[in-house]
């Protein structure tokens, strides 16, 4: 059955890094482009970064622009994020998705929590 699990987060001090992986399984992850969103406890769910089918376009939310990097690697079906300089604003819990026309896919989430 298709499979999102998302890996990686925890408990980071402010201006810290955290690398986020969502391994893919179940479905053809290179068919499909792959995002993480993120919900902060009470707020909706926002999109964070997607990543097209095969790596060649990213988009990023202004929020993180310049401090997080979304990356694939199709061999592995993982999808990754590079998360630096982190804010406390940034915590939230963070979930891997995947979508193409027909369908869309999503993980349980990974806590990331920014705290000194």
């Known amino acids: 059955q298709v499979q999102l699990v998302e890996s990686g987060g925890g408990l980071v001090q402010p201006g810290g890094s955290l690398r986020l992986s969502c391994a893919a399984s179940?479905?053809?992850?290179?068919?499909?482009?792959m995002s993480w969103y993120r919900q902060a406890p009470g707020k909706e769910r926002e999109l964070v970064a997607d990543?097209?089918?095969?790596?060649?376009?990213?988009n990023y939310a202004d929020s993180v622009k310049g401090r997080f990097t979304i990356s694939r690697d199709n061999a592995k079906s993982t999808v990754y994020l590079q998360m630096n300089s982190l804010k406390p604003e940034d915590t939230a819990v963070y979930y891997c998705?995947?979508?193409?026309?027909?369908?869309?896919?999503w993980g349980q989430g990974t806590q990331v929590t920014v705290s000194s």
């Open positions: 998705n995947a979508k193409n026309r027909g369908s869309a896919y």
């Open positions: 179940g479905f053809t992850f290179s068919n499909y482009v």
């Open positions: 990543i097209t089918r095969a790596g060649g376009y990213t």
